[in-house]
T-cell receptor, first 110, second 115 residues
């Protein structure tokens, strides 16, 4: 599985948009970009995934660059409950394992 | 609908003792995973089942760890004997994989402390 690079930590203000970057310069053509988050003392939670087009759901938006070498997860209006570790993961669609890196520890401040 | 259920939530044992963790996946999910998460790190896959078949156990320390998924539903992960370095959170996850959707649902995990 190709690797991803994320900043180890970032702070953001409550109510503002949080933009979480992820670099994946060695991504292969059939690998999807997945985002999960892990709130303290809980298991990881799926957020969103995409292949090449931008995606949006009720939790977040995913922006993937045209060359697919990087992506950004956007939490449009961060709340205190969004404080968590966010993982960017590359995965083949069918029957593959999730390979977690270190993630980005996001702290949402009032 | 209940999510992935794991038990126990916490376990403290002495080194060299055996320990077992239990996982009940989401009903209908054909794929089940066991992960181990050390403090401050991301989860690492131990074993993945498709139905009752272990399709990826390359990261499972087979000298002391074993797992089973009888009838392709519940699963048990066992450590015998436990070592101090086995202290970690053990996470179970399940998913329905049909070639189009691989969103995994995780349980809350079992926090194991070996003393």
């Amino acid at each position: 599985d190709a690797k991803t690079t994320q900043p180890p930590s970032m702070d953001c203000a409550e109510g503002r948009a949080a933009n979480l970057p992820c670099n994946h310069s060695t991504i292969s053509g059939n690998e999807y970009v997945y985002w999960y988050r892990q709130i303290h003392s809980q298991g990881p939670q799926y957020i969103i995934h995409g292949l090449k087009n931008n995606e949006t759901n009720e939790m977040a938006s995913l922006i993937i660059t045209e060359d697919r070498k990087s992506s950004t997860l956007i939490l449009p209006h961060a709340t205190l409950r969004d404080t968590a570790v966010y993982y960017c993961i590359l995965q083949l669609l069918a029957g593959n394992k999730l390979t977690f890196g270190g993630g980005t520890r996001v702290l949402v401040k009032p | 609908e209940a999510g992935v259920v794991q038990s126990p939530r916490y376990k403290i044992i002495e080194k060299k003792q055996p320990v077992a963790f239990w996982c009940n996946p989401i009903s209908g999910h054909n794929t089940l995973y066991w992960y181990r998460q050390n403090l401050g790190q991301g989860p690492e896959l131990l074993i993945r089942y498709e139905n009752e078949e272990a399709v990826d156990d390359s990261q499972l320390p087979k000298d002391r760890f074993s797992a089973e998924r009888l009838k392709g539903v519940d699963s048990t992960l066992k450590i015998q004997p436990a070592e101090l370095g086995d202290s970690a959170v053990y996470l179970c996850a399940s998913s329905w994989e049909d070639g189009w959707n691989t969103e995994a649902f995780f349980g809350q995990g079992t926090r194991l402390t070996v003393v």
